[in-house]
């Protein structure tokens, strides 16, 4: 039995108010499993101080004993994970490939979409084989810094096809993939919970502006038609990032089949196409799949405490 509830919140905006939002949670509480990424927003001067702050507001929060997952697969407690800060900093993924290693598959390529990142997690016959840091995991394929929402559009492409000439497009900060994934109904305008470039709506007309911006263009001088084909070419590339990462990993580890997960596995679908699949979404449901590292720890840690 679980429950699942996702919150936009930006930490490097916000994080002295993580305490107020945690203490919603603390009722009936026995066990608090933690895995976290946060630790990397620019409000932290060091990963070090990062780690410490989180930790500090979780014991706060909670009354209840913390563990606190590593990159090496074991429960910590708050001080060995303030001590370990390296092997606990961005542990999210080795939940949710520790969770697929034990509950799901135990020889695959993991591929978790989120909104920010696409993490490429090789497993073999129950070995996580990734690189540890996110340094070493971008200098493998493991790590490709593509997401369903949040990556600007001039990360993917610096020119476009546009009325039968290669164009140069903007580098400004006009459009990112959450635009051309609701123009092409890859994702749910509900689904676009981030902040959108101009502060304006997630429906299909504002997102058709911002995909005109990114030509210096205005709707009055590019048609919508135009506009969805151009969002057409930068998901192209798009899948293409995906696909070369994945391709990568599969030579170098002799795997073909792939466990995918988070806000992006329709996109996965269409990248990987000729992959053996199984999707986290249709085993556990939608929930589960946006908020996989969180729902993994929690499965983790009640089999640990048993």
């Excluded at 939002?21 to 927003?41: F, G, I, S």
């Excluded at 590292?293 to 499965?299: D, Q, R």
Aim: overall charge negative; hydrophobic content about 35%; glycine content about 6%.
């Amino acid at each position: 039995n679980y429950k699942i509830h996702h919150i936009y919140f930006p930490m490097w905006k916000k994080k002295d108010e993580l305490e107020d939002l945690l203490k919603n949670y603390n009722d009936n509480v026995d066990y608090v499993a933690l895995v976290m990424t946060a630790e990397l927003a620019d409000c932290y001067k060091t990963k070090k101080e990062g780690v410490e702050d989180i930790i500090n507001k979780v014991e706060k929060s909670f009354g209840s004993p913390i563990y606190v997952f590593d990159v090496n697969g074991n429960f910590l407690t708050s001080e060995e994970a303030k001590k370990n800060y390296l092997d606990v900093s961005a542990s999210n993924w080795t939940a949710t490939a520790k969770f697929v290693s034990e509950f799901i598959k135990d020889s695959c390529i993991l591929v978790d979409m989120g909104s920010t990142t696409t993490d490429i997690i090789p497993i073999k016959d129950g070995k996580i084989l990734a690189n540890k840091t996110d340094l070493d995991r971008l200098m493998n394929n493991e790590l490709i810094y593509v997401g369903t929402l949040r990556t600007p559009l001039s990360f993917l492409a610096n020119k476009v096809n546009f009325r039968g000439k290669l164009t140069h497009i903007s580098s400004e900060y006009f459009a990112i993939t959450g635009d051309i994934n609701v123009i092409l109904g890859k994702i749910k305008e509900e689904d676009y919970t981030c902040e959108t470039p101009d502060g304006k709506g997630v429906d299909k007309e504002s997102c058709l502006t911002r995909i005109a911006r990114v030509l210096c263009g205005d709707r009055e001088m590019i048609s919508d038609d135009e506009l969805t084909t151009i969002a057409e070419e930068f998901y192209a590339k798009l899948l293409e990032l995906i696909r070369e990462g994945v391709d990568e990993v599969s030579k170098k580890y002799e795997l073909k089949n792939v466990v995918i997960t988070g806000l992006g596995e329709e996109i996965l679908k269409d990248a990987l196409n000729g992959y053996n699949i199984k999707s986290i979404k249709e085993i556990y449901g939608k929930d589960v799949s946006i908020a996989t590292p969180s729902f993994a720890v929690g499965m983790l840690l009640k089999k640990y405490i048993g």
